[in-house]
């Protein structure tokens, strides 16, 4: 198998810089479990990057992705989807982005261990496209659909 073992929960794809010209409540970063059963997220956080608790109650269920959003309508809207969370993106002046150069997102379970890593920038592996033009950034694991 190409991929490696099933880690659970996986980081698929960033949208961090997009073509709107206030790109931060546009951003979302997508999850994916690897496994075929239900994944309880219930107290599971963005720990790094953004500042974002996934409610009690939320389940992921197996080889399914989850969308979490800075506003989750504004997501919902522009890409006609509902499997989403959100919102991080509160208060322009005080609500935490994803930096438009790069940095380490991580994903943290209910107990504060990171379980999921990635990290992204405009330069290097990642396509150039990603950065201020309204495309998204594809984690190195991130399986076709």
């Known amino acids: 198998m190409p991929w490696g073992p099933a880690r659970a929960l996986i980081i698929t794809e960033i949208m961090y810089h997009s073509a709107d010209l206030d790109d931060r409540p546009h951003e979302w970063i997508e999850l994916y479990n690897e ?6 997220l219930s107290g599971y956080s963005i720990c790094n990057g953004v500042d974002f608790e996934l409610p009690p109650g939320t389940w992921l269920d197996g080889k399914s992705f989850l969308v979490v959003c800075a506003v989750e ?22 609500s935490p982005s994803l930096s438009n150069g790069g940095e380490t997102i991580e994903i943290c379970n209910a107990g504060g261990k990171v379980i999921a890593r990635v ?3 405009d330069r ?12 998204r950034r594809y984690s ?3 399986r076709p659909r």
Not at 35 to 40: A, E, G, I, Q
């Open 73 to 94: 309508l504004n997501v919902q809207n522009k890409y006609s989807i509902t499997n989403t969370i959100g919102d991080w993106y509160t208060n322009p002046a005080t």
């Open 119 to 121: 990290r992204y920038n």
């Open 140 to 142: 190195h694991r991130q």
């Open 124 to 135: 290097g592996k990642w396509e150039s496209g990603a950065d201020g033009t309204g495309h």
């Open 35 to 40: 496994l075929p059963d239900p994944l309880d």
